[in-house]
């Protein structure tokens, strides 16, 4: 009898948190990808979390924000966008990528032997980038343009859909860059060369809905999570120069 009236607080606190990723891969690689977060969240809450695969970026704010689901990963446009609109969203701990780092750079790139540095580009240049939502697609490459007092505008840029796509076509024409993250450059290195290269910018994090978690789960989430290896607790100024960026740049 004592042992079911000890077991009553967790049965009337524990609350079912619905988790869904950007989607980036399939929903299965996706699963094998965060499940091991997820168990590992209800062994040390009492929770019982959830994973709901979300096949479009659309319906997965739109999702988050009618408070249908309680914690995605975004990166951090895709964050800073959400943030502009829906204030509740609120990054809490930023997962570490392969290099141990809670960081990226996104670099243009080429396999043109001609291109050495942006101003080696023309009009004639291909330009080709992920898409639109992607940190390293319109906003880091304008960016590095205007380092360079150049207007991506004035050239001939095109979304081609993935980073592996954005290296298959700077491959695969000459008189062409791309902009890809810093892994995924490193781990072509022998068909590219990187040309120039962007700021730091935040990895993928996990982003909570305050409108459905209580400060109090929150808390608990972030406690548990500091013992968990592969995240950082996101840092308060994480996000401000990719802000900064955001204000003199306007994603189109």
Do not use: W
């Amino acid at each position: 009898m004592n042992k079911i009236l000890l077991f009553l607080p967790i049965l009337l606190f524990s609350q079912v948190i619905k988790f869904s990723p950007l989607p980036v891969d399939t929903a299965n690689n996706l699963y094998k990808k965060y499940n091991p977060l997820l168990e590992y969240l209800s062994k040390q809450t009492g929770d019982t979390y959830k994973f709901v695969y979300i096949p479009t970026y659309k319906q997965l704010l739109q999702n988050f924000k009618k408070g249908k689901t309680d914690m995605i990963v975004l990166g951090a446009l895709p964050y800073l966008r959400l943030k502009q609109n829906f204030k509740s969203a609120k990054a809490i701990v930023t997962f570490l990528n392969k290099f141990k780092k809670p960081y990226y750079t996104c670099q243009i790139i080429t396999s043109d032997k001609e291109i050495k540095t942006i101003n080696d580009i023309t009009q004639n240049t291909k330009i080709f980038l992920t898409n639109k939502l992607s940190t390293c697609g319109y906003l880091m490459t304008q960016y590095i343009f205007q380092k360079q007092n150049k207007n991506l505008d004035n050239y001939n840029y095109q979304y081609v859909g993935s980073h592996i796509d954005v290296i298959f076509n700077v491959t695969l024409y000459n008189d062409s860059i791309g902009d890809v993250k810093s892994s995924i450059a490193k781990e072509y290195s022998h068909f590219i060369k990187i040309i120039e290269q962007s700021v730091k910018i935040p990895e993928f994090s996990l982003v909570v809905n305050t409108n459905t978690l209580s400060k109090n789960k929150i808390d608990k989430i972030i406690d548990v999570l500091k013992k968990y290896p592969k995240v950082i607790i996101t840092p308060k100024d994480f996000y401000n120069s990719i802000q900064n960026i955001l204000k003199n740049i306007k994603v189109k």
